[in-house]
């Protein structure tokens, strides 16, 4: 089943956002190319200036993860991270087929 990534980054002002657009445009560009890769959709948000979510989808969590720790992804986030002041969020969802069925980890272990 298909997996979605959901990235955000803070971008403080344009000086940081004209450093950073070559760093993004390596990112997506190399993405699109990966195994398991499906599409890319970047948004900015309009009541918070600066905050922007890029929804990736990939076929398998796997093929994100191997994009994801690849040396040639780390060394362009390491870049990115660096021009930001502080590491990128990143969450992973999956869709829900039938309704709101919520997994949740168990406290006692179980």
């Known amino acids: 089943?298909?997996?979605?990534?959901?990235?955000?980054?803070?971008?403080?002002?344009?000086?940081?956002?004209?450093?950073?657009?070559?760093?993004?445009?390596?990112?997506?560009?190399?993405?699109?190319?990966?195994?398991?890769?499906?599409?890319?959709?970047?948004?900015?948000?309009?009541?918070?200036?600066?905050?922007?979510?890029?929804?990736?989808?990939w076929h398998t969590l796997e093929d994100w993860n191997k994009w994801m720790h690849s040396q040639e992804r780390q060394t362009i986030q390491h870049k990115i991270d660096g021009l930001l002041g502080e590491k990128t969020l990143y969450r992973y969802y999956e869709p829900v087929v039938g309704g709101i069925l919520p997994r949740f980890q168990s406290d006692t272990g179980e």
């Open 1 to 57: 089943m298909a997996v979605s990534i959901i990235i955000k980054r803070l971008v403080k002002d344009e000086t940081m956002a004209a450093q950073l657009a070559p760093f993004i445009v390596q990112l997506r560009s190399r993405a699109t190319v990966q195994p398991g890769f499906l599409t890319d959709q970047t948004f900015s948000c309009l009541d918070c200036d600066g905050e922007y979510l890029i929804m990736s989808t």
